[in-house]
């Protein structure tokens, strides 16, 4: 009896440090805003957001460290402005005329709109976009410089 009692918790312990370890993975796996990031920001912005990523020759005004954004600002990252910066509606960027930073609400709308093509318009395309806009703000907060 006592040694089946043993045998349960033993193969309990196992199970749930099984099953940490897989989340632990799925979590890294899944840090999408590092990985947005990665795909739509750092051929300008730099991997690391320091504003050195190699398309950084050919634009006129070069891509701001991302990382210096909080300390710039009394410590507060300016989250309003960003999103909108991103987010590329109405906000007047020193560059404006030809914008180098690409306006990403309409990229975003774009790229959602082929990959859920079998959608046919069927979801909340705003959202959708809010929502890649959110988890980068997230990714850009974690990456400042405190
Ligand atoms: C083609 C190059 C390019 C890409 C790609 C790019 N940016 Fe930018 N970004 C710029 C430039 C250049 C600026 C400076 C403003 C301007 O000239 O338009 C800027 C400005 C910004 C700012 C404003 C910084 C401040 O000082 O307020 C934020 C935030 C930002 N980018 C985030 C992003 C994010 C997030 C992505 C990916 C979704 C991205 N950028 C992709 C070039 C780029």
């Not at 009692?5 to 805003?33: E, H, N, P, W």
């Not at 990665?38 to 320091?50: I, L, P, Q, R, T």
Request: net charge positive; aromatic share 6%.
């Amino acid at each position: 009896m006592k040694t089946n009692i043993v045998k349960t918790t033993l193969v309990a312990v196992g199970l749930v440090l099984c099953s940490s370890a897989l989340f632990a993975q799925q979590q890294k796996a899944t840090d999408m805003g590092k990985r947005e990031f990665e795909n739509n920001c750092a051929s300008c912005h730099g991997v690391d957001g320091k504003g050195n990523g190699p398309m950084g020759e050919f634009l006129r005004r070069s891509a701001p460290d991302l990382t210096l954004l909080a300390k710039k600002n009394g410590g507060v990252l300016p989250m309003g402005r960003m999103y909108e910066v991103i987010e590329g509606a109405g906000v007047a960027v020193p560059s404006h005329g030809v914008r180098d930073m690409p306006v990403w609400g309409r990229e975003y709308r774009i790229d959602d709109a082929q990959n859920l093509i079998e959608a046919r318009g069927n979801y909340d395309a705003a959202a959708l976009v809010r929502g890649r806009i959110l988890m980068l703000l997230e990714y850009i907060n974690r990456i400042q410089v405190r």
